[in-house]
């Protein structure tokens, strides 16, 4: 399928896990790619295996939580392609785990509050100000499982993924009327390297409450990602959708 052609998509958090996935399979399905990530080694080594495959692909070093990178970042891509068609959140970070919220440093809530839904709020402020010229976006805001349900011990986690599930909902009614869809996506445990440093107990608790009793993949939640930003999905917006191995069940 080539449903991408012509078409530009943003991916923050693109240089690994569930980014890369999704820029990889928006890529081979003719998608010109903008990677945005923190982590410039990282973003260079992305880079070259995706160009190795022959997608067009572009980098961007942004640390999302901050607004004038963002901004200048957007204009940069525009500048570059001349348009947005696409933009994914996925940069985020786990933030404490297996910690009490008594004990839960507020300077960690911070920097969750910032990567998380801060940043998610901008890059979807100053991507919506691109689409708006043509009319026409798909923007989907990577959320969590623990949003909808709450990960007991991940105080940040949960409540700024809870946070990006309400900015979904109230600004794809605010865009209801118009050709740019705003959707989100709430995975259970994904197999990615961010959870690498999640506590064993912690993992073995969220693990256990899947009944389909596996993590995730990458390719998984790339497929379900690339039907909700195509065309296709022309009829959905404001929606958190579930890739979550049977434990969302509403």
């Given at each position: 399928m080539k449903r991408f052609e012509n078409q530009v998509a943003v991916i923050?958090?693109?240089?690994?896990?569930?980014?890369?996935?999704?820029?990889?399979?928006?890529?081979?399905?003719?998608?010109?790619?903008?990677?945005?990530?923190?982590?410039g080694t990282l973003l260079k080594?992305?880079?070259m295996l995706l160009k190795d495959k022959g997608y067009i692909a572009e980098g961007y070093q942004v640390d999302i939580s901050l607004e004038p990178a963002v901004?200048?970042?957007?204009?940069l891509v525009k500048a570059t392609f001349g348009k947005i068609d696409i933009m994914i959140n996925s940069a985020g970070i786990v933030g404490p785990t297996s910690t009490?919220?008594?004990?839960?440093?507020?300077?960690?809530?911070?920097?969750?509050?910032?990567?998380?839904?801060?940043?998610?709020?901008l890059m979807t402020k100053y991507t919506l100000k691109v689409m708006e010229q043509n009319?026409?976006?798909?923007?989907?805001?990577?959320?969590?499982?623990?949003?909808?349900?709450?990960?007991p011990f991940m105080t940040g986690?949960?409540?700024?993924?809870?946070?990006?599930?309400?900015?979904?909902?109230?600004?794809?009614?605010?865009?209801?009327?118009?050709?740019i869809t705003v959707n989100g996506l709430a995975p259970a445990v994904i197999k990615?390297?961010?959870?690498?440093?999640?506590?064993?107990?912690?993992?073995?608790?969220?693990?256990?409450?899947?009944?389909?009793?596996?993590?995730?993949?990458?390719e998984e939640v790339a497929s379900i990602s690339a039907w909700i930003v195509s065309n296709e999905a022309s009829f959905n917006t404001g929606f958190v959708f579930d890739i979550s191995g049977g434990r969302a069940t509403y």
């Open positions: 923050s958090g693109g240089a690994e896990g569930l980014g890369f996935a999704i820029a990889e399979r928006i890529g081979s399905e003719g998608g010109s790619l903008a990677l945005f990530d923190i982590n080594k992305a880079l901004e200048h970042a957007i204009e009490r919220i008594t004990d839960y440093p507020v300077e960690e809530y911070d920097r969750i509050y910032a990567i998380n839904l801060r940043g998610a709020f009319n026409y976006g798909r923007i989907l805001l990577l959320a969590s499982i623990a949003g909808k349900e709450g990960n986690y949960s409540s700024m993924k809870a946070g990006v599930i309400g900015l979904v909902k109230g600004v794809g009614k605010e865009y209801a009327q118009t050709g990615t390297a961010m959870n690498e440093h999640t506590a064993p107990e912690q993992l073995a608790y969220m693990t256990s409450k899947i009944p389909m009793n596996r993590l995730g993949t990458v």
